[in-house]
Structure formats: C-alpha cells, structure tokens
Nanobody
Framework: QVQLVESGGGLVQPGGSLSLSCAASGTIFGIGVMGWYRQAPGKQRDVVAI???????SYADSAKGRFTISRDNAKNTVYLQMNSLQPEDTAVYYCNCQHWGNEYWGQGTQVTVSS
C-alpha cells in the first residue's frame, strides 16, 4: 500500500506563487507516474500535470507556462511549483500515483487565490 500526503496549500493573492509537495510512504518501491489534479467546488476533478519516473512531464493547457511539476525519486516526493496564480486556480489539489497496477490518492490540500 502507498499513502500520499500533500502539503503547501494556502491563501495567495493573484499573481503570487505557491509550492506544493506530496510525500509517499508505505510500500513505495516502483512508483510509476505521479501527478497533480485539482477539483473546484461543483466541478469535476481535472488533471493539472503528470510526470514519469524519468522526469518526462505533461501539463494541462491551463497550467502550461505557469506550473512546473518535478519529483525526487530518492525522497519519494512529487512537487508542483505554481506561479502567476489566478482566482480560477482555486481548488483542492490532489496528489496521485500509479503503483503496481493500483491507483492512489492523497487527501488533498486547499489552494485559494484571492485578493
């Protein structure tokens, strides 16, 4: 089993930045693709960015040029650097990973962008 815990959410003004992290624990050998998803109130959960073990990444159009996903395999941690944040980025952000044919989710961390 894999447990994922997100941290780094909070309140930020438009144009500001936040850095999220997600640490994996438990049986974590061989974690594959990891990613960040977000869900705004009343909306579907949407992918923000994903990253392979080798560091190949892919972003949602809304995140391109503003967000950067990275991972540290030695620390079993995935990160999301978010710059130029706007109110439409407000959501609960969830960490996700694939591991030995199973999918795991973190509990989510709230990101609020407001002046």
């Amino acid at each position: 089993q894999v447990q994922l815990v997100e941290s780094g959410g909070g309140l930020v003004q438009p144009g500001g930045s936040l850095s999220l992290s997600c640490a994996a624990s438990g049986t974590i050998f061989g974690i594959g693709v990891m990613g960040w998803y977000r869900q705004a109130p009343g909306k579907q959960r949407d992918v923000v960015a994903i990253i392979s073990r080798s560091g190949a990444s892919s972003y949602a159009d809304s995140a391109k040029g503003r967000f950067t996903i990275s991972r540290d395999n030695a620390k079993n941690t995935v990160y999301l650097q978010m710059n130029s944040l706007q109110p439409e980025d407000t959501a609960v952000y969830y960490c996700n990973c694939q591991h030995w044919g199973n999918e795991y989710w973190g509990q989510g961390t709230q990101v609020t962008v407001s002046s």
